[in-house]
């Protein structure tokens, strides 16, 4: 069973401060996605990275694929009040996984106070 | 167009009942899957389908879990018995393609409670 290990598990900042939060797996994934889930609401994908050192870049959001493509992070530059939520990370593939299901981690609670 | 919808958006039965959850995909989406959020936790795989083959049931935790897809459209996720430890967010999501780097579109769930 591949398992996506996400780091930390919560986080509360204040508005205006950066952060950076790490998705880590010991397998490798063909590719890998970054959702964000507000309270009451279902998961809204952010990204989707499939090279190996991918760096994409979403207004105040930096994401990287590692080389290995085992482990990813999101990078928050000042972040905002509406900022705050759940990020999930999810993957394909991966040692026993499969090409459509989707593995999630357990998330990064973050909470950006005003 | 409309986004994948659930319902019940809240449900709230006694033990030993049976509850079906229903989902309804985005027009033309091939791929439904059904996910279970456990409260403070991620997001668990319970089962895949995708058109018209045998669908991916894996994740199903229990035989008293069950669920249906009639072709390309509405989806019933049926838990019989319902247990306390079954209460969760029942989240479906659809997709246009079943791999490679395809975006899930989630609906916002059921939240079933087991007393």
Request: charged share 20%; aromatic share 10%.
């Amino acid at each position: 069973t591949q398992l996506l290990e996400q780091s930390p598990q919560f986080l509360s900042i204040q508005e205006g401060e950066n952060l950076t939060v790490y998705c880590n797996s010991s397998s490798v994934f063909s590719s890998l996605q970054w959702y964000r889930q507000e309270p009451g609401e279902g998961p809204v994908l952010l990204v989707t990275v499939v090279t190996g050192g991918e760096v994409k870049k979403l207004k105040r959001l930096t994401f990287q694929f590692g080389d290995a493509r085992k482990d990813s992070s999101l990078h928050i530059t000042a972040a905002q009040p509406g900022d705050t939520g759940l990020y999930l990370c999810a993957a394909r593939g991966g040692s026993g996984g499969s090409n459509y299901k989707l593995t999630f981690g357990k998330g990064t609670l973050l909470t950006v106070n005003p | 167009g409309a986004g994948v919808s659930q319902s019940p958006s809240n449900k709230v039965t006694e033990k030993g009942k049976d509850v079906e959850l229903r989902c309804d995909p985005i027009s033309g989406h091939t791929a439904l899957y059904w996910y279970r959020q456990r409260l403070g936790q991620g997001l668990e795989f319970l089962i895949y389908f995708q058109g018209n083959s045998a669908p991916d049931k894996s994740g199903l935790p229990s035989d008293r879990f069950s669920a249906e897809r009639t072709g390309e459209s509405v989806s019933t996720l049926t838990i019989q018995r319902t247990q306390q430890e079954d209460s969760a967010v029942y989240l479906c999501a659809s997709s246009l393609y079943s791999g490679g780097a395809g975006e899930l579109f989630f609906g916002e769930g059921s939240r079933l409670t087991v007393l």
